[in-house]
T-cell receptor
Framework: DSGVTQTPKHLITATGQRVTLRCSPRSGDLSVYWYQQSLDQGLQFLIQYYNGEERAKGNILERFSAQQFPDLHSELNLSSLELGDSALYFC?????????????FGQGTRLTVV | AQSVTQPDIHITVSEGASLELRCNYSYGATPYLFWYVQSPGQGLQLLLKYFSGDTLVQGIKGFEAEFKRSQSSFNLRKPSVHWSDAAEYFCAVVRLTGGGNKLTFGTGTQLKVEL
């Protein structure tokens, strides 16, 4: 158990809909990262927050947004969903924002868009 | 751009045999390197990391990896594989970006263990 909690574990929704994925980081960790894992793209970095502020951004679609709340949990919002958004979405957390910090991953949320 | 290459998509070894999974990186400075393992339906578990210092690093579950700057490699090894090691293995490098960082992953190596 990494200490990172993601909910829900599975989500099935229709095209055009909006969903929210939730992540609780390990106790004491200030950084939260979101990654997408799909068969065709592999593991792709989406976004990082550190203590409530956005710190790094990857190839995150404009239809996707995220935030980190004062209690440090984070939410990833996916809207106008398309079939191609079906993937495993991972949250990770780490203590710092720099490079020499190891990230611990949650179990992921499997999103299926039908 | 920083990148990670895992040349082997699939590897099959017999239980008890030794294992080496290859990873090559492209990075301008001294890289921070990681190996993660993903079992079916599970998240990513950190096996080991290299930040600096001793180029041979020990990890969990009996794994080790050696950083070779001259070859831009960070290969993962295990002297004797157990059936429970069957999983997908990812090499990753950290890239600093703005005020934060991100992991760039390789495409993964799927390990099958024959009994």
């Amino acid at each position: 158990d990494s200490g990172v909690t993601q909910t829900p574990k599975h989500l099935i929704t229709a095209t055009g809909q909006r969903v929210t994925l939730r992540c609780s980081p390990r106790s004491g960790d200030l950084s939260v990262y979101w990654y997408q894992q799909s068969l065709d793209q592999g593991l792709q970095f989406l976004i990082q927050y550190y203590n409530g502020e956005e710190r790094a951004k990857g190839n995150i679609l404009e239809r996707f947004s995220a935030q980190q709340f004062p209690d440090l949990h984070s939410e990833l919002n996916l809207s106008s969903l398309e079939l191609g958004d079906s993937a495993l979405y991972f949250c990770a957390s780490s203590g710092g924002a720099g490079a020499n910090t190891e990230a611990f991953f949650g179990q992921g949320t499997r999103l299926t868009v039908v | 751009a920083q990148s990670v290459t895992q040349p082997d998509i699939h590897i099959t070894v017999s239980e008890g045999a030794s294992l080496e999974l290859r990873c090559n990186y492209s990075y301008g400075a001294t890289p921070y390197l990681f190996w993660y393992v993903q079992s079916p339906g599970q998240g990513l578990q950190l096996l080991l990391k290299y930040f600096s210092g001793d180029t041979l690093v020990q990890g969990i579950k009996g794994f080790e990896a050696e950083f070779k700057r001259s070859q831009s490699s960070f290969n993962l090894r295990k002297p004797s594989v157990h059936w429970s090691d069957a999983a997908e293995y990812f090499c990753a490098v950290v890239r600093l970006t703005g005020g934060g960082n991100k992991l760039t992953f390789g495409t993964g190596t799927q390990l099958k263990v024959e009994l």
